[in-house]
């Protein structure tokens, strides 16, 4: 049997075979059934702990009725009500099973394997992936190791010097997960205004509502000067959408055209579709939840400095803290019923990332985190 299975390697894409999946946060489900434990939490995956607004939740429930009929294909009153939001035209819009899915469809649309595609070291695992399965080349650019540039942070020079020829695309992640480092809005700027005309480049901005700083960029400002910009957005994080998976991608008319060609049909579902719609209009829980953020930022990065540990300043709902051995500690954590969210894979063995929770879910994590280390 094992003969015959092993005859179909033969037959998968070079750039598969190799490949390593995307591995999500240890669902708290999981967790209790393996460790015979109750009350677990998680601060795993960026989400949302305030979770939906009450006008998502509502508009949600409205359309649960209609679940025989497929949802509307062209998303026509998200789309539109994204174009407001963002003072475009609708034929800007391309929407997305989450952004992780527009993410995909970007690479499907511009990489074959004759072509190399751009990004940083410790950069958002999904973008390798993307590459990778395409069987393109992915060239990554070395980080700032603190000396010129925040540590962990993009290195736009670094990134301009691997630009060539078959450079396609590149991906920028701003904030970046895992770490939480960003970009200041004249850096990146200049940098996308040196790219060559052949070279599109996304910068990812899913956890652009929660940045509070006054040099950061709204990018999606900037496509009328530069055709060659994907902006790409999620409803998974501050709208705290995240279980009905919906984003979105910002581009010219002429790209949107291309990748919506290539987008699966029905790929957001009419839930998804309404929950949306209404997020946008909830601006009260959206803010509510942005301030709520900043609160257990805080209280989480105060406790990390009380418990002597560095940790990598964050401009997200996450961030990432020097336990020195991350998985030694990962698992010491499980046992206690906390999920956090080890970053070996990102070549960031003695961290872990940790998502900003409510108000009690930080202090357990912080006790807790006191207890492992002592």
Known sequence: MSSVANRFLDLVAPGVQALQPYLPGKPVAELEREYGISNAIKLASNENPFGPGPLALAAAREVLQDLSRYPEGSAWLLAGKLAGKHQLARDCVTLGNGSNDVLDIIARVFLTPAHEAVFSQYAFAVYPIAVQALGAKARIAPAHDGSRGPAYGHDLDA????????????????????????????????????????????????????????????????????????????????????????????????????????????????????????????????????????????????????????????????????????????????????????????????????????????????????????
């Not at 691997?162 to 920028?172: A, E, H, K, Q, S």
């Not at 049909?265 to 803010?287: G, K, R, T, Y």
């Not at 003695?350 to 006790?367: C, H, K, M």
């Open 159 to 374: 990134m301009n010097d691997l630009v060539g020829p078959d450079t396609r695309l590149v991906f920028i992640a701003n904030p970046n997960n895992p770490t939480g480092t960003w970009l200041e809005s004249a850096a990146l700027e200049t940098f996308i205004s040196n790219l060559p005309a052949h070279v599109m480049v996304v910068v990812d901005e899913a956890y652009f509502e929660y940045v509070d700083k006054p040099s950061y960029p709204d990018t999606s400002t900037w496509l009328e000067c530069y055709p060659n910009l994907i902006v790409t957005r999620t409803f998974s994080k501050a709208y705290g959408l995240a279980g009905l998976r919906v984003g979105y991608a910002l581009s010219h008319p002429d790209v949107a055209s291309l990748l919506n060609r290539v987008r699966q049909p029905f790929n957001v579902n009419m839930v998804a579709q309404a929950a949306a719609v209404a997020a946008l209009d909830d601006v009260e829980h959206l803010q509510r939840s942005i301030a709520r953020n900043r609160e257990g930022m805080e209280q989480l990065v105060s406790g990390f400095r009380k418990l002597g540990l560095a940790y990598i300043e964050s401009a997200g709902n996450f961030v990432a803290v020097n336990v020195e051995r991350g998985l030694e500690c990962y698992e010491a954590l499980l046992q206690q019923g906390i999920i956090v969210r080890p970053v070996a894979n990102y070549g960031m063995p003695e961290y872990l990332r940790v998502t900003v929770g409510r108000a009690d879910e930080n202090a357990r994590l912080l006790a807790a985190l006191e207890r492992v280390l002592a």
